[in-house]
């Protein structure tokens, strides 16, 4: 009964491949996010879709593509991996009502990805 | 834009000891909304608690308790008799209106909290 699952757990890679990582919630909510945790801890957004919209596109290189085939799955695909590109990635989910602001995200376990 | 500040990056107690970790935040927002979260070594990010902004009321679950004061921008948590199983990385985060549409969460930097035995 996991509530936010992502997809695999690790993730180690060549530097120049392409890569993805999957995510899916089963709280029934209508937004879904990705951050990214660089190695000093520090968390921060990349994207967020409502209902397979896309609604928050931070600075994040266009290598990242955000896909949502419904609203409750949200992958992250990476091209051209590069060295900095080595973090934890987590998923995250919320409801968007009555106030998106107020609702609670809830994070899957994470992605560590390490590009070599 | 909005700022959350974790001034302190470690602390390191004894356990039973009890301890307080800090968050001072900025928003130009009226409304607005302050979380914690826990990050254990096994790396999931666990929610802790919620609270807006007009509930200045200090919040108690167990050994935890928080203390939200508007007028220092502050949102303090505190461990009471601390645990070794409090050993965690405690992330204080803000949550902001993105475009009238989405919600976004601005994290401070974190506190890695050490408790021996």
């Known amino acids: 009964d996991t509530a936010v699952s992502q997809t695999p757990k690790y993730l180690v890679t060549q530097m120049g491949n392409d890569k993805s990582i999957k995510c899916e919630q089963n709280l029934g909510h209508d937004t879904m996010y990705w951050y990214k945790q660089d190695s000093k801890k520090f968390l921060k957004i990349m994207f967020s879709y409502n209902n397979k919209e896309l609604i928050i596109n931070e600075t994040v290189p266009n290598r990242f593509s955000p896909k949502s085939p419904d609203k409750a799955h949200l992958n992250l695909h990476i091209n051209s991996l590069e060295l900095g590109d080595s973090a934890v990635y987590f998923c995250?989910?919320?409801?968007?009502?009555?106030?998106?602001?107020?609702?609670?995200?809830?994070f899957g376990p994470g992605t560590r990805l390490l590009v070599l | 834009a909005q700022k959350v500040t974790q001034a302190q990056t470690e602390i390191s107690v004894v356990e039973k000891e009890d301890v307080t970790l800090d968050c001072v935040y900025e928003?130009?927002?009226?409304?607005?909304?302050l979380f914690w979260y826990k990050q254990p070594p096994s790396g999931e990010l666990v929610f802790l608690i919620r609270?807006?902004?007009?509930?200045?009321q200090n919040e108690i679950s167990g050994r935890y308790s928080w203390n939200f004061q508007k007028s220092t921008s502050s949102f303090n948590f505190t461990i009471t008799a601390s645990q070794v199983v409090d050993s965690a990385v405690y992330f204080c985060a803000l949550s902001e209106e993105y475009n009238n549409a989405g919600n976004m969460l601005t994290f401070g930097g974190g506190t890695r909290l050490m408790v021996k035995p």
């Open positions: 995250a989910s919320s409801q968007d009502h009555p106030e998106p602001t107020q609702e609670t995200q809830y």
């Open positions: 609270r807006n902004s007009f509930d200045e």
């Open positions: 928003t130009r927002d009226t409304t607005y909304y």
